[in-house]
């Protein structure tokens, strides 16, 4: 709870910017801010996680969507060297998913040598991804509606940071509160390689532990991959 508080995660957009349906996440304002509840917090990060650790034991594909501006070189190194997939903010192409070898090819900077760099550093993430993705990351959905859309229709499980302003009524792992701070990125950061390196730390230490009945889409995917 501590670090939430230091990260100012509690804290959400003006009450003139929020989205109603999103007031369950909420202990109140203040000033006229969104106050988050960070009880909810630690539990939907705790299993979101949880499932990114299980997830990357399993050696499954997971496909991240946009990262905190400040740590994108360190979160997209830490991603090549734990064999993951990885998109920057709006890059996202209509039909990636569905279409992904089409795509792909079309983008593919060895046939765009004069746009080499600007491909590279927008796609230069999934030229390896050769099939769907097991599962999807995205920091921020207001950013990728498109990301968040072909992934629900594909079935694909999501998990995406909720500010105040975002819609989350589809998607299965939500982790609501204020994650778009400079200090919050350093967070994500720093969970994300907790994750691929040490689960006690992700299952444990950091956050705390969530009801039985919270678990049962946790398990419900794991044992899906499993197969």
């Not at 910017?17 to 630690?42: A, E, S, Y």
């Not at 990351?137 to 998990?159: D, G, M, Q, W």
């Not at 701070?181 to 950061?189: F, K, L, T, V």
Request: charge should be positive; charged fraction near 20%.
């Amino acid at each position: 709870m501590t670090n939430l508080i230091n990260n100012r995660i509690y804290l959400g957009l003006l009450k003139s910017n929020w989205r109603p349906k999103n007031k369950k996440f909420l202990i109140g304002f203040k000033n006229n801010f969104c106050i988050f509840d960070l009880n909810q917090t630690l539990i939907n990060m705790r299993n979101s996680f949880k499932l990114i650790n299980i997830f990357h034991k399993l050696k499954k594909n997971i496909l991240f969507v946009g990262f905190p501006r400040l740590e994108k070189k360190k979160i997209c190194s830490m991603l090549k060297i734990n064999q993951h997939y990885y998109l920057p903010h709006n890059s996202w192409v209509n039909g990636l998913l569905s279409s992904n070898q089409i795509i792909l090819n079309k983008f593919n900077p060895k046939r765009v040598n004069s746009q080499k760099d600007l491909l590279l550093d927008k796609f230069g993430g999934i030229l390896k991804l050769s099939k769907t993705p097991d599962l999807i990351v995205i920091y921020n959905n207001s950013f990728e509606p498109e990301a968040l859309k072909e992934s629900l229709n594909l079935n694909i499980p999501v998990i995406s940071f909720v500010n105040t302003q975002d819609p989350a009524e589809k998607i299965e792992y939500k982790i609501p509160g204020g994650f778009y701070a400079n200090e919050s990125g350093r967070m994500y950061y720093n969970l994300l390689m907790s994750s691929f390196t040490n689960s006690y730390y992700v299952n444990r230490s950091f956050l705390k532990p969530s009801k039985k009945n919270e678990n049962k889409n946790t398990q419900k995917h794991v044992n899906k991959n499993k197969r």
